[in-house]
């Protein structure tokens, strides 16, 4: 049988983990001396902690051996391994994965570079759930979920650019111009690393763009599955709405935890989409 693994950075529902049997590698965060597994972290502890602590958290992969606890005994229960992943230009998640599998000398492990992360994550696990479901052998679920990848869109915007700067994402001079001047940068994961598209003088106008982007790929690509994916914002109902107004699909909302919200901050939104094509 062909099981899926994931790390905690997909946000996948718990409902979803536990139907289809789905095994998750947590990353890390820590707040000073304190280490938590960012499954071992409730969304709203998180968010309260970085808004009150002095000193921002850091994170850090999972271990080699992370790996191997998840991986060992699947392996020795006869199972083949779709591995899904934040992106490896970004973290060292992936190069962990490697390592374990080095060390457990199988070939019934295959890795995918989400090239993202969050929705991305999600997307693509239960896209490979779904051709498990209809019965495809194990490399052809691997070689179409690695195709899938070209078929993730992405933008979002941060209200406030200093997470980003202390996460060494930013310069500090870029950071401290932007919020003087009110700037707003559209970012986007593009081959795997977090890019700047487009500026904004406004937040409103911002979000704007980020309408305009899904309705750009509606028309060019087609739409398969719509996430809004965000932080602790209070104006993701607003957002959902306009969204609803420009395009007749499905919105899915995805609030996600301490990994992306050390380098994000407490609010931000952004849409991912898995395009048609």
Known sequence: MIKVVVDSTGYIPQEIIEKYDIKVVPLKVRFGNEEFK??????????????????????????PQDFMEVYKPLIDEGHEIISIHLSQKISGTINSARVAIELLKTNKIRIVDSMSTTFSLRFLAEFALSLIEKGLPFEEVYKETVNAVNRIYNRF?????????EGGRLSKAGGLLGDILNIKPILSFTNGEVKIESVARSLNKAKDVLLKFVKEISDTKGIDRLAIIHGIN??????????????NVSIEKMLCGAVIGVYAGPEWIGVGIFGKT
């Open 234 to 247: 209070s104006d993701v109902k607003e957002f959902e709405e306009k969204l609803k107004e420009s395009v």
């Open 38 to 63: 960012e499954t071992d972290i409730s969304v709203e502890e998180f968010y309260r902690r970085l808004t009150s602590s002095t000193e921002l958290p850091k994170t850090s992969q999972p271990s």
């Open 157 to 165: 915007v941060l209200y406030h650019l200093k997470y980003l700067v």
